[in-house]
């Protein structure tokens, strides 16, 4: 297994926390009721390029979407454009992001669509909304319209949830307040299903050499992956480019 996979895969569990004890049942009960405070609902577009058209048009395309600003309520939405970290480039998901109370994605697909995005591009509008909040961010964190981003699907496991590894994510973030290092959490949950996203952002390019320096065979890490582990398993982790549209 190579070094850059090791690390990869190390990082699945150092950067999730999920740090309590089992429980009672009448505990197990009460966890249940505790939610997060959402601060955003966000919607993830798996799309496709079609065969006669090229990342240039779709480039333009967002240019001029971007210029004339049709989406209402553009003050409170981000659009998001992520490419895989690979050879593959006809691939790649739309991510809008709302403010809790500016919901307003059914007007976005139709100004895709009267801008003509129909041409260049296939993408499942079909999908759930999830809800989301920024978990934790470094300290003086520069945030740019270009980054890295690690997105692993995860699932709970059975008497498990948000509410049993909150107190665990303090103690998390404090640790982490020590650490020079340019990056944020972002935390999304679908309440349909007992699964949710870790989103690990990265503004700095030597990430990867960081996390083998200073966490992966810290006594921390070993302790965030035991507990993870007893806890949710993760279903797949991608990692890729990201760039902000709006």
Not at 89 to 114: C, E, M, R
Not at 162 to 179: E, N
Request: one cysteine or more; hydrophobic letters at 35%.
């Amino acid at each position: 297994m190579s070094n850059l996979l090791k690390i990869h895969l190390n990082f699945i569990f150092l950067f999730i926390v999920i740090g309590c004890s089992k429980e009672n049942s009448d505990s197990i009960d009460l966890n249940k009721l505790i939610k997060p405070e959402y601060e955003f609902t966000t919607y993830f577009l798996n799309c496709s390029l079609k065969n006669d058209s090229s990342l240039l048009e779709l480039e333009s395309f967002f240019s001029n979407f971007q210029r004339t600003n049709k989406n209402k309520d553009i003050e409170t939405s981000s659009l998001y454009l992520f490419f895989p970290d690979s050879v593959r480039l006809d691939a790649f998901i739309l991510n809008a992001v709302y403010a809790n109370k500016s919901d307003d994605y059914s007007d976005f697909i139709q100004d895709l669509s009267d801008d003509g995005f129909d041409k260049f591009a296939n993408c499942n509008f079909n999908v759930d909304s999830e809800k989301g909040l920024k978990i934790l961010s470094s300290n003086n964190l520069i945030q740019k319209d270009n980054f890295s981003s690690e997105i692993l699907r995860c699932k709970y496991k059975d008497g498990f949830n948000f509410a049993t590894f909150r107190i665990a994510i303090d103690r998390f973030k404090q640790s982490l307040s020590k650490m020079d290092f340019d990056y944020e959490v972002i935390y999304v949950e679908n309440e349909k299903l007992n699964n949710f996203t870790w989103i690990n952002n990265f503004y700095s390019q030597d990430y990867s050499k960081y996390i083998l320096e200073n966490w992966q065979s810290s006594d921390e890490a070993f302790q965030v992956k035991n507990e993870f582990t007893e806890n949710a398993e993760c279903i797949d982790s991608r990692f890729y480019k990201v760039f902000k549209l709006i």
